[in-house]
């Protein structure tokens, strides 16, 4: 008996180039699938800074791990994870560095997961796997036997319903949502719409291009946060090593910072992240400045976690 | 009759040549480009395979003349010469054997410059956005005003098509232009 098989029949549709035709047909329009997981909640948040001048990136990344009691109450046997890193453009330098990528990695391979997934889907314009090539990711994936892919080119995308005011519905390329743990490692950078861009803002890489030119038209921090109503990372690996600070997110000035802040609510790990940004650019008023950044505000009132800093348990160590 | 005999002339002008095209980088000037381009399109497959795919053959709407020759659309893709996957050798202009382009420093690269259409303008009229800034590979071509729209400037950018590329807004708020371009001269 046949069977309809639907992402057989997409594929053949996508590849016939008869899908300009069938899209404009609501009967194919394509299935709104619904969120995989539930995103983590935790009460009181820890934030962990660990400062470094020596830049021992490895030592830094598992003391913070160890402070938050490891990572086996996420990361189990059988899960995909999913690192995001930011290698959004092609400048070395507005790109995460590739050794906290390294140092993650290496840490997670040890909780023996099912697979690991370095992905990215560049700024629009931008060629993902040229920015690869020139942080040295593809080395790195090689080294310790990961998959990288390249989400512009793996092609596959999924419509997912989101809890959203604005966004009711996103589309997202397939292995993201797949994924069930979510690394997010951003570089802590300025942005000229979004105010800061760290782990949030970070998310908008899992997204295809015209998708990302929606978010612009409609809204971009209330889009942020209904996006991460459904894809919020579990682990917040930010790396503020180096700085980008006054402007952003492609040019600015870079300030030595020797940081990484790690947390498992990333909105907690935001709200520290941009305090730190705020006080090395010398902000008069640290706090109000943070309260002016919608979208972190918008989270915390969304439920997404925890953004008020004096709710935040922040460890400092010095290595 | 002089009236219909001029509109003639402006027709046949028309069909022969019509108005400027954003040329690949390295190019020559435009009478010699047009003399030495065989018309090959071995660029645009050089483009499509190693660089980034912005390359097209022009179509009978830009004259007979420039009918099959290599432009840049920024539709497509955007031109990474400079600061992207070409750099430092543009597969296009090494595979070029008529001499129609010519290896040249990246940082003389200048393919044209962009317009900025304000009424379409998402952070003129609603405010926000601002992706242009972003994607923008050299400092200072695209500045912030105090009233949050992005300015350009013409003498700096060089016509990479990055922001057009990037623009969400529809119809399109830039457009690339081969206004300002700099071409070798033979």
């Known amino acids: ?64 791990f160890n402070i938050l009691d490891g990572l086996s109450d996420i990361i189990g046997s059988d899960s995909t994870i999913l690192i995001k890193p930011n290698v959004g453009f092609s400048y070395v330098e507005a790109n995460t560095n590739p050794k906290v990528v390294e140092a993650v990695v290496k840490v997670v391979k040890e909780y023996n997961p099912r697979r690991i997934i370095i992905a990215e889907s560049a700024v629009r314009g931008s060629d993902t796997s040229y ?29 997912v319903e989101t809890y959203g005011l604005k966004l009711k519905t996103v589309k997202v390329y397939r292995l993201a949502y797949e994924a069930d743990v ?23 890489g899992i997204l295809p291009d015209s998708e990302k030119g929606r978010f612009h038209i409609l ?41 990484i802040i790690v947390s498992k609510d990333a909105v907690a790990a935001d709200a520290i992240a941009a305090l730190e940004l705020f006080k090395l650019e010398g902000v008069k008023d640290p706090v109000r400045e943070l309260y002016s950044v919608k979208h972190i505000v918008q989270a915390e009132k969304m439920g997404l976690g925890t953004a008020n800093p004096e709710k935040i348990n922040v460890i400092r160590e010095v290595i | 009759m002089a009236k219909k005999l001029i509109a003639l002339g402006n027709i046949l002008r028309a069909i022969l040549d019509r ?48 009918y099959g020759t290599p432009r840049v659309n920024p539709l497509r893709a955007p031109c990474e010469a400079v600061k992207g996957r070409c750099e430092p050798k543009p597969p296009c202009i090494r595979v070029c054997f008529t001499g129609a382009l010519q290896l040249i420093d990246t940082s003389l690269i200048k393919l ?17 956005c601002l992706i242009c800034y972003e994607v923008c590979p050299i400092p200072g071509a695209i500045k912030i005003t105090k009233e949050n729209t992005p300015e350009f400037n013409m003498e700096l950018c060089i016509g990479c ?26």
């Open chain 1, 1 to 64: 008996m046949f069977k309809f098989n639907y992402s057989k029949f997409n594929r053949v549709v996508t590849l016939t180039g008869l899908d300009t035709i069938v899209g404009f047909l609501p009967f194919f329009r394509g299935k709104v699938l619904k969120p995989r997981k539930s995103i983590r909640k935790i009460a009181k948040p820890k934030v962990v800074i660990v400062k470094s001048p020596r830049r021992d990136i490895e030592l830094m990344v598992r003391r913070a």
């Open chain 1, 219 to 259: 809204d971009l921090h209330q889009c942020i946060v209904d996006l991460n109503t459904v894809f919020k990372p579990d682990i917040a690996v930010v790396d503020a090593l180096d700085v980008m600070a006054f402007t952003g997110p492609s040019h600015g000035e870079m300030i030595k910072a020797n940081m």
């Open chain 1, 131 to 159: 920015n690869f090539e020139i942080t040295g990711l593809y080395n790195i994936a090689r080294k310790y036997n990961v998959d990288i892919v390249d989400l512009k080119r793996s092609g596959d995308i999924v419509t």
């Open chain 2, 112 to 128: 044209g410059s962009v317009v900025w259409i304000k009424d379409r303008c998402i952070a003129a009229t609603k405010g926000g």
């Open chain 2, 19 to 66: 108005g400027s095209v954003v040329r690949p980088p390295g190019a020559v000037v435009e009478n010699e480009f047009l003399k030495l381009c065989i018309k090959c399109n071995l660029c645009i497959e050089a483009c499509r395979v190693a660089g980034s795919g912005t390359l097209e053959r022009c179509s009978i709407l830009y004259g007979l003349k420039k």
């Open chain 1, 182 to 204: 979510i690394i997010s490692i951003p570089k802590l950078k300025r942005h000229v719409e979004a105010g800061v861009t760290i782990s949030l803002k970070n998310m908008m």
């Open chain 2, 161 to 186: 098509g990055r922001c057009v590329n990037a623009c969400p807004a529809k119809p399109k708020a830039l457009k690339l232009l081969a206004k300002g371009e700099k071409r070798i001269v033979i």
